[in-house]
């Protein structure tokens, strides 16, 4: 079974704080013609769903919602399809419980 | 750059790096301590059960200080299909003791006030400060950090890397290997808000008494994982987890999972009319003892979920970060207090000493279940629960069959699915691995 989710994240997010560090991200996609298998599985897996695919099959990421899991860097830094670092000190999300 | 030296850094302001900053520093040690975070706490995620025996070790009154939430005094395990579950309490007045065993927590609230006791102790902080690189002297020793403050470098006799689960510093400096996604575990968790009295009324409390609630089934569609529901004073803790490599080879959501956990049956009237205050998202170190790093080398140590020092079976890694950064932070002082360098050969006392302690012990206990539980996912996580929850509806049913006609179906139900040899192996094959 795998149900594709109603679930809007972008709803969830909303209820975090954010201090977005504009014009720095902290994940970057390698450019690519075709994603690999570990870029198309950060479309799912990814629980802020920052990774999208673009009009021309790309994998893109926008990393403002961002929770700094790490999930994708143990999917797909080894692969080198993504660059992976911890946002400069102080931005990024901040939680209030966690 | 920071022209003073520090005895030790350390990196990070979580349960680990509190536990060695603040021993450090009550040692008299000069101790740096750097957190990336706002706050410390403001990037951490836990469920959270603070297990008070290993706080106690480090500051004995916190109970009269320390932001906590309820003590433990029911435990219930749930076994989940899709409209069911079977359950086992286990409730004791006994834990309404002078001494409470364990709290729920939360931790960003913990850890500030964790890190405010590391600071009295004289340990000094700086936060918004994320550690880039590690820093080596000519003969590859670790003598440093450099930072995204515009002073860079910071020097040290030693460092110790408590950065976490997903640390980077350690990775990228080769000390040892990045996790892999069949021994790592995401799990996503959101905070629901409700007045006191409705979650006493709804789990059945009094005061500051607390339950926590572990769920594994099909709320994991075949995946290793499980799910949690820990009240607090006035919200609820709920999240789910899986490995990171099922998440991948499924395609499912985590927060697909999420809600779809959150609307079982068995659930929902839990949760009804909360109001969500966040969503988190963090990884759980699950490879346990084979997955367990070099511990200490050149001018440093690593603590914590950085060493995948986490019980997942237990669902404990808070008490064994705290716990090995304490440790370590004795070792350092050891080693410190005979003038000795803080060399790979000399730091080796503190593998030595957490070897002898619950840390390691628990760990090498349970060394063969996790990838036993990979493995056999779809038996543990998506068979036996189902067939479970068929015999108990089964045995509780009263529709006219006769019960030894009842039990021949439940029995038979196992042995279709999983065969007598399976069964068995099954069975073995745990045993064997809990032993
Ligand atoms: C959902 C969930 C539920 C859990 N439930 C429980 C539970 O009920 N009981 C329990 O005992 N354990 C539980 N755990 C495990 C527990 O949270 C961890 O074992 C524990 O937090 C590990 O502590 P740590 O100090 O090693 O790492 P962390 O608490 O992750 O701290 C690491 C710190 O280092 C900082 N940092 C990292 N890199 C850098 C850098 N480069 N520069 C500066 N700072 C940096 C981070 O910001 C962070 O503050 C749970 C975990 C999760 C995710
Ligand atoms: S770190 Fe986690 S939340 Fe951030 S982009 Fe990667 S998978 Fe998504």
């Known amino acids: 079974m795998n149900v594709e989710s109603p679930v809007r994240v972008e709803d969830k997010l909303y209820y975090n704080r954010y201090l977005v560090d504009i014009g720095h991200p902290h994940v970057k996609v390698r450019a690519h013609t075709t994603p690999s298998p570990q870029l198309l599985a950060l479309l799912k897996a990814c629980p802020a769903r920052c990774y999208e695919l ?22 797909a830094e080894p692969t080198g399809d993504i660059e992976w670092s911890h946002p400069r000190g102080g931005y990024g999300v901040q939680f209030k419980f966690g | 750059m920071i022209e003073e030296r520090f005895d030790a850094i350390v990196v990070g302001a979580g349960m680990a790096g509190n536990a060695a ?16 975070g706002e706050y410390p706490g403001s990037k951490n995620v836990q469920g959270a059960i603070l297990y008070a025996d290993m706080l106690e070790k480090l500051i004995p009154e916190f109970r009269e200080e320390a932001p906590l939430e309820r003590h433990v005094i029911e435990q219930r ?53 994320t550690v880039t690189e590690l820093v080596r002297d000519e003969r590859e020793r670790i003598v440093g950090v450099r930072t995204d403050r515009r002073d860079g470098e910071i020097h040290a006799d030693v460092v110790v890397l408590a950065e976490g689960v997903n640390g980077l510093l350690g990775t ?22 409700l007045p006191r009295e409705t979650i006493e009324a709804r789990f059945n409390l009094k005061g500051d008494e607390g339950v926590v609630i572990e769920a594994a ?52 009237p839990l ?46 890694g808070s008490n064994l970060a705290m716990t090995s950064g304490r440790i370590a932070a004795e070792a350092i002082g050891l080693v410190k207090s005979r003038g000795e360098p803080m060399s790979a050969a000399n730091l080796s006392i503190y593998k030595k ?49 006769p019960k030894a006609e009842k039990e021949k179906a439940t029995l038979k139900s196992f042995v279709k699915a999983r065969s007598w040899a399976g069964l068995f192996g099954d069975a073995c094959r745990f045993a064997r691995a809990w032993r």
């Open chain 2, 353 to 401: 000493m957490l070897d002898d302690s619950f840390v390691i012990k628990d760990l090498k206990k349970y060394k063969d279940l996790p990838p036993l539980m990979h493995t056999q996912s779809q038996n543990f996580f998506l068979t036996y629960p189902q067939l479970i929850s068929k015999a108990m509806q089964n045995f509780v049913r009263v529709d006219g069959t």
């Open chain 2, 217 to 268: 089934g099909t709320i994991s569609r075949g995946m290793t994982g499980m799910g949690f529901i820990y009240a607090n004073k006035e919200c609820i803790s709920l999240g789910i987890g899986c490995l990171v490599a099922d998440f991948q080879r499924t395609g499912q959501t985590p927060y697909g999972l999420l809600d779809q956990f959150k609307s079982h049956p068995s659930v929902a």
């Open chain 2, 21 to 36: 900053a603040l021993t450090m520093a009550k040692r008299g040690m000069k101790v740096l301590q750097l957190e990336r």
């Open chain 1, 54 to 75: 673009n009009d021309n099959g790309q994998v893109e990421i926008t990393v403002d919602g961002c929770i700094e899991c790490g999930t994708c860097r143990v999917i």
């Open chain 2, 77 to 129: 395990f749930w076994m989940m299909d899709d409209r069911s579950h079977v359950g086992m309490h286990y409730r004791s007045d006994e834990f309404n003791e002078e001494r409470p065993n364990r709290y729920t927590i939360i931790r960003a609230q913990f850890d500030k006030w964790f890190s405010s006791k590391v600071r009295e102790a004289g340990a000094t902080l700086l936060c918004e400060t």
């Open chain 2, 271 to 316: 949760v009804a009319g909360t109001e969500v205050k966040e969503y988190s998202a963090h990884l759980i170190p699950e490879g346990g003892y084979k997955s367990i790093p070099q511990l200490y080398g050149e001018g440093w140590v690593v603590v914590g979920d950085a060493a995948q020092l986490n019980n997942a079976i237990h669902r404990e």
């Open chain 2, 172 to 193: 990228r400096a080769g000390l040892r290997a990045r996790p892999r996604p069949d021994n790592v575990a995401l799990a996503v968790k959101e905070m629901h808000f």
